[in-house]
């Protein structure tokens, strides 16, 4: 019989002689042992089916080797020699033998974290087959990447920005900028903003990536100009240079046609399930809770901190 060897099966051992015992993974070959190369399989055997080493009767494959090498590869940076990588696979089946022969299966915690993984199993594949069943035109799709870059802002913009704590601090220093001062020098001197060291520099930014206040002061103003009067915010009050303007480059139909059939495949899941649980008799016999804000009315007040306390600081 031969035994699949499940990857998640194997790397619970997986290392163990790569750490454990190195010197067992390069056994040394005999001096007349003949090349490997001049061995060949059976011209009627499939290559994926070879045996490479049998534990009590049990064959491990070649393809089964080599799935756990391609594992390996990929999560390893260094070089694993396949000799190593199936003495851990003879570990991990002569483990695997014992396990079953412990007669841990029949116990009532294993049989329902079987039955928790196979359920998870099939919910997974029956989810991956029921949204493959899902089948959308080149219309429906289009729609879909219509109103996905309507909500895209149609500019993106290069600005500077001086960030302090007070009004009366902003006027004076916009009051210095507008009579001739040079605006990075400004930033790196009074900014408290972590742009300040770098003169102010926020780079390229969309509008939907700045607080309200800010990115809507930032579109109605021209290149090369100065807000006005400062711009405040929750994290104090700003003067803004706006230094460059483009148009945002959109992405193209084509490029994430995969994204938007998958976003369409989650919308019509959701209504799917939405459908089976109408349809379903669901009775929900969890007690229901007070809301929070009722809770709170019934509970004892707290003593009132001393007026003489002093604020926290808020956070920028």
Excluded: C
Excluded at 188 to 193: I, Q
Excluded at 212 to 220: D, L, M, N, R
Excluded at 281 to 310: F, S
Aim: proline letters at 7%; charged letters at 30%; glycine letters at 4%.
């Amino acid at each position: 019989m031969h035994f699949k060897l499940s990857t998640l099966v194997a790397t619970g051992l997986l290392g163990l002689q790569l750490i454990a015992s190195p010197a067992f993974a390069e056994d040394a070959k005999p001096a007349d042992a003949k090349p490997a190369e001049a061995v060949a399989a059976p011209a009627a055997t499939p290559a994926a089916s070879v045996t490479v080493a049998t534990v009590n009767g049990t064959a491990i494959t070649r393809e089964q080797l080599d799935s756990i090498m391609e594992m390996v590869k990929r999560s390893s940076p260094n070089e694993v020699d396949e000799k190593t990588v199936l003495d851990d696979l003879i570990a991990t089946e002569l483990a695997r033998q014992e396990a079953q022969k412990s007669g841990l299966a029949d116990s009532p915690e294993v049989k329902a974290q079987v039955k928790d993984y196979t359920d998870k199993v099939v919910l997974n594949a029956w989810m991956q087959k029921t949204a493959e069943g899902f089948k959308f035109t080149d219309e429906e799709l289009k729609a879909a990447y219509d109103k996905r870059v309507a909500d895209i802002p149609k500019f993106e913009y290069k600005a500077r920005h001086i960030l302090v704590k007070d009004k009366a601090e902003a006027d004076a220093l916009l009051k210095e900028i507008t009579e001739g001062a040079d605006f990075a020098k400004v930033a790196e001197k009074a900014s408290k903003g972590p742009s300040g060291p770098m003169g102010g520099d926020l780079g390229w930014f969309r509008p939907d990536s700045m607080v309200p206040p800010f990115a809507e002061a930032v579109a109605k103003m021209e290149v090369n100009t100065i807000s006005k009067e400062p711009v405040q915010t929750q994290f104090g009050w700003h003067i803004i240079k706006l230094e460059e303007k483009r148009d945002v480059q959109l992405p193209e139909f084509d490029k994430i046609k995969p994204q938007l059939q998958r976003m369409l495949e989650q919308e019509k899941m959701i209504a799917y399930m939405k459908d089976l649980r109408g349809k379903a008799d669901v009775k929900v016999t969890l007690p229901e809770t007070k809301p929070a804000e009722a809770a709170a009315t019934e509970a004892k007040p707290a003593e009132a901190a001393p007026t003489e306390a002093k604020p926290a600081e808020a956070k920028q």
